[in-house]
């Protein structure tokens, strides 16, 4: 190559000047190691499908070293060979050749590499560096923007929280795992299983038919529960809540976005006090209600549920929140009312669908990373609203609103379906009044199919068809008035409350109230 020729290239080279900080420190760097991965990959045949996963073109360092690895990356996407002549062509063909300081680069390259023995290493290396690079870079964009007095404080850290993130998303993977241990965990799995009475190998959700078509809530599994507004999602997820922490004693969280705490506390007195809710509210309880009241309350104290009522949660903040309740509570699953609530403040999207796509997207990894199963309340869109006859008000999985990520993203979905809420009480020859639909739309490892449960209104709870609702005779006598007026109010499981006697009336003085059973 002529002389005038190579000093071209080099005054192109040279004017390359390593970026420095504000306080004269080179960027975190390894150039020669650059070089060297670069030589290999032109030399030895199969060295690019040994570092593919770990580089990219941005993690290099100089920008010409970053166009020759461009240009391989796309000689083995065509399935091209990766030689000398190749890569020259390609960058040739890409209008880079003369950027990158010519074919004498590319022939220096070549030289640089000694042995492919430590190519991966050398390869990660280069990947440290560049995230090395690119945390200096958000920290310096984070505090630039921390001494501008106009910014909100808890928008920075959710912008500081979110990039973070979406640095750990680009740079995290995951190798791979010969068969066998992952042959023995399932066999453990099959033997707890088998161990149980119930025969359940996940979390029981406390619905019979439910948890014979799932095994319980497996771990790692995204669930989807989704429902029109006034189908009873919550009061779902709060009847379920009472089964698994109350009932099981199974430690859990439950994320309420719509509900303060008191409020999801207050309903799920409701159901387990089985007390009308608008009672609740307004405190006009009759005398027996409030020993039924401190009676039936004890059972929620101790409970290992834990509630967080944070509005406009970001999956940054939930994420946080959720590893730390794994770690420092124990929590065995978790629940989140409801998904389209939830946000990625921090994270630029062209649109409210990619971002729920990456909400979405962001729970499935959280449930495999912590292990457990996620829960998450979804709306569906107005689609079930504008379809007419029996069949047309069923909930279908394009109806899920927003984004069709989440229905790729859960490994269940299923749908809340009341028919008497669209003035239809009977189906199939059965009968709908009181009764509601649970529809297993989607399910990854499993069989999809409907299950009838019971909903009570008056409690927001949704139980087993066949659980008993009505006290027996023996418990109605229970609470049969002292003065013998058959018609006073009668609850189901009043066999637990002691009947009040005359001489030991709890609420004597009293003023009575209307419709109270005489004591």
């Known amino acids: 190559m002529p002389e005038q020729q190579k000093r071209k290239y080099t005054r192109k080279r040279t004017a390359e000047a390593p970026a420095e900080d504000d306080f004269g420190r080179l960027q975190p760097q390894a150039v020669d190691l650059e070089q060297a991965v670069l030589g290999a990959l032109m030399i030895e045949r199969d060295a690019y499908s040994m570092i593919s996963e770990i580089l990219k073109p941005d993690s290099f360092y100089e920008k010409r070293n970053q166009l020759v690895y461009n240009a391989i990356q796309g000689l083995a996407y065509e399935q091209k060979p990766i030689d000398i002549l190749t890569v020259r062509e ?11 300081g010519g074919p004498f680069y590319i022939a220096q390259l070549t030289q640089k590499m000694t042995s492919t023995a430590h190519l991966i290493y050398h390869a990660k290396i280069i990947a440290q560096k560049y995230l090395l690079r690119q945390l200096i870079s958000y920290t310096s964009l984070i505090q630039g923007k921390a001494f501008d007095e106009t910014q909100d404080v808890e928008e920075l850290m959710q912008e500081a929280e979110g990039k973070l993130f979406t640095l750990s998303q680009q740079n995290t993977t995951k190798d791979y795992t010969q068969i066998d241990p992952v042959i023995d965990e399932a066999y453990e799995v099959l033997h707890k299983a088998a161990a149980r009475n119930d025969g359940l190998s996940g979390i029981a959700s406390g619905f019979t038919e439910l948890d014979k078509f799932t095994s319980g809530w497996q771990n790692s599994d995204l669930v989807i529960l989704a429902a029109r507004p006034a189908m009873g999602k919550t009061a779902f997820a709060l009847s379920m809540a009472k089964n698994i922490a109350v009932d099981a004693k199974k430690p859990m969280a439950f994320f309420s976005l719509e509900m303060s705490n008191v409020q999801l ?11 009308p809710g608008e009672k609740l509210k307004n405190g006009q309880l009759a005398p027996y209600e409030w020993v039924q009241l401190d009676q039936s309350i004890k059972k929620l104290y101790g409970a290992p549920l834990y509630i967080d009522d944070t509005p406009s949660l970001s ?40 971002e729920v796509s990456n909400i979405s997207r962001a729970l499935k990894q959280l449930a495999k990373e912590l292990n457990i199963p996620i829960l998450a309340l979804s709306q569906l869109n107005r689609g079930v609203e504008t379809r007419q006859g029996n069949e047309g008000k069923r909930p279908q999985l394009s109806d899920l609103r927003e984004s069709g990520a ?8 299923c749908f809340i379906h009341r028919p008497e809420y669209y003035h239809i009480y009977e ?10 639909e649970i529809i297993i739309a989607k399910h990854r490892n499993g069989a999809v199919g409907d299950v009838v449960l019971r909903f009570k209104s008056q409690f927001a709870r949704f139980q087993n068809p066949d659980d008993d609702i009505i006290a027996s005779a023996s418990d109605v006598s229970a609470y049969s008035p002292v003065s013998g007026d058959e018609s006073a109010p009668q609850y189901a499981g009043a066999a637990n409350v002691p009947p009040p006697t005359a001489e030991d009336d709890p609420f004597a003085g009293i003023p009575p109230v209307d419709n109270a059973p005489p004591f």
Do not use: P, W
């Open 265 to 275: 506390v207050n309903r799920l007195i409701v159901n387990v006090c089985e007390i």
């Open 90 to 100: 390609k960058l040739k063909t890409n209008g880079d050749l003369e950027d990158v």
């Open 406 to 413: 989440i229905e790729q993203d859960a490994d269940i979905v």
């Open 427 to 436: 189906e199939n020859g059965k009968d709908m009044h009181g009764m509601a």
């Open 315 to 354: 999956i940054f903040e939930f994420q946080t929140k959720a590893r730390r309740l794994v770690r420092e509570h124990g929590v065995q699953i978790i629940m989140i009312d409801y998904l389209q609530l939830m946000n990625a403040s921090g994270m630029n999207f062209g649109s409210r669908q990619e």
